[in-house]
């Protein structure tokens, strides 16, 4: 459980540490692995939500899935992409959030994750959750905690 004082101060603006799915690169399952692989190139990331054409999130593309697919090729060229969607590589989505204030949620899945997608209750992607907006949030914290709150250490006693 989260300390009520840390929650407080790092949940101070969800909204602010979620990136809004207009400016989110994505694909959509029908798009050719040559186009996922030229958004992947241009955008910097390693995978990108797959979306359907009503914006309901269906799954993830990445540079990782799309070398597995192109090495199960035969001839493995590169100009084969233009052969497969992206639904032949997408992987599943295994974690993503409905509300920005399940903070505890979304620290827990960072741990393993670069990001975490944000779905409205009808499954409509919102946007995504990076570890780079929560870790600015953490630094904020870090630096702030003294300002808003009375910290001191506890004493410890010998047993």
């Given at each position: 459980m989260i300390d009520p004082a840390v929650e407080q101060m790092l949940r101070e603006d969800p909204a602010?540490?979620?990136?809004?799915?207009?400016?989110?690169?994505?694909?959509?399952?029908?798009?050719?692995?040559?186009?996922?692989l030229m958004v992947l190139s241009k955008v910097g990331y390693s995978r990108v939500p797959v979306l359907d054409p009503d914006?309901?999130?269906?799954?993830?593309?990445?540079?990782?899935?799309?070398?597995?697919?192109l090495l199960h090729v035969p001839g493995a060229a590169v100009d084969q992409l233009?052969?497969?969607t992206v639904a032949d590589a997408m992987l599943p989505v295994d974690h993503w959030v409905d509300d920005?204030?399940?903070?505890e949620t979304i620290l827990n899945y960072m741990i393993d994750e670069p990001f975490v997608?944000?779905?409205?209750?009808?499954?409509?992607?919102q946007g995504i959750i990076t570890r780079r907006e929560i870790l600015?949030?953490?630094?904020y914290l870090a630096h702030?905690?003294?300002?808003?709150?009375?910290?001191?250490?506890?004493?410890?006693?010998?047993?």
């Open positions: 602010s540490y979620v990136i809004p799915a207009e400016v989110v690169a994505n694909v959509t399952a029908t798009n050719t692995l040559e186009h996922a914006d309901r999130l269906q799954g993830m593309i990445s540079l990782a899935a799309i070398t597995d697919r233009s052969r497969y920005p204030a399940k903070l997608p944000l779905v409205n209750e009808d499954g409509i992607f600015k949030r953490v630094n702030n905690l003294n300002d808003q709150y009375n910290v001191t250490p506890k004493e410890h006693t010998e047993s």
